[in-house]
C-alpha cells in the first residue's frame, strides 16, 4: 500500500473538508431566512432556469447533483407547498416533468440574493480568476455522478419520478 505524500494528503485532507463543511456553509443562511435545504433552493433554482421553468425530473436530478429518489421526495415537499407541480411529459408520458409555480418562482426570487451572498462570501471572494477556473476544472474531473441515471440526462431512463 502506497500512502498519501504531504501534497496528496494536503489535497485530500483539503477536499474533504469542503465536501464535509461547505453544503452547510451554504444552507445556513437559507434555512435561517428562506426555510429550504441548499439542494430545495438548488431544484427551485434549475427550474427557474429552464425554458417554460420545466425539466424531466431526470434531467432536474442530474442538475441537482441528486439521485432520483431523493430529488423525488423534495418535489413531493416542494409540491405541497405549492412550489412545483409534476405531470406527464406530453412529448413522451414515460417521463416525468417537474415545473415551478409562481409562487415556487417568488421564493427562488427571494432566496437568490441570500444565496449569492453566501456563494461570494464563502467561496468566490477568496479566489481569484486563475483559482476559480481550476477550482472549476478539477470539480468537472471528480464530477460524480447518481447511479441511478446516466451522465446523457436528455436520453433519462423511462418513468424517471
Same mark, same amino acid.
Given at each position: ?51 417554460? *421553468?420545466?425539466? !424531466?425530473?431526470?434531467? /432536474?436530478?442530474? $442538475? ?6 431523493? &430529488?423525488?421526495? +423534495? ?41 449569492? *451572498?453566501?456563494? !461570494?462570501?464563502?467561496? /468566490?471572494?477568496? $479566489? ?6 481550476? &477550482?472549476?476544472? +478539477? ?23
Amino acid at each position: 500500500m502506497r500512502w498519501l505524500d504531504e501534497q496528496e494528503k494536503a489535497a485530500w485532507t483539503g477536499l474533504i473538508s469542503l465536501v464535509l463543511l461547505l453544503p452547510g456553509k451554504l444552507e445556513s443562511p437559507l434555512r435561517q431566512e428562506h426555510g429550504l435545504t441548499l439542494f430545495e433552493y438548488l431544484v427551485l433554482s434549475h427550474l427557474s432556469e429552464a425554458p417554460e *421553468r420545466r425539466l !424531466r425530473m431526470g434531467e /432536474l436530478a442530474f $442538475l441537482a447533483s441528486g439521485s432520483l429518489s431523493r &430529488l423525488s421526495n +423534495v418535489v413531493k415537499r416542494c409540491e405541497q407547498r405549492g412550489w412545483i407541480v409534476r405531470r406527464p411529459d406530453p412529448a413522451d408520458g414515460r417521463y416525468t416533468l417537474a415545473e415551478l409555480t409562481g409562487a415556487g418562482f417568488d421564493i427562488v426570487r427571494l432566496a437568490a440574493p441570500t444565496h449569492l *451572498r453566501a456563494v !461570494r462570501s464563502i467561496v /468566490l471572494d477568496s $479566489l481569484d480568476t486563475t483559482d476559480q477556473k481550476a &477550482l472549476a476544472r +478539477v470539480a468537472e474531473r471528480l464530477r460524480i455522478v447518481p447511479d441511478d441515471f446516466s451522465r446523457q440526462p436528455s436520453r433519462g431512463t423511462p418513468r424517471d419520478e
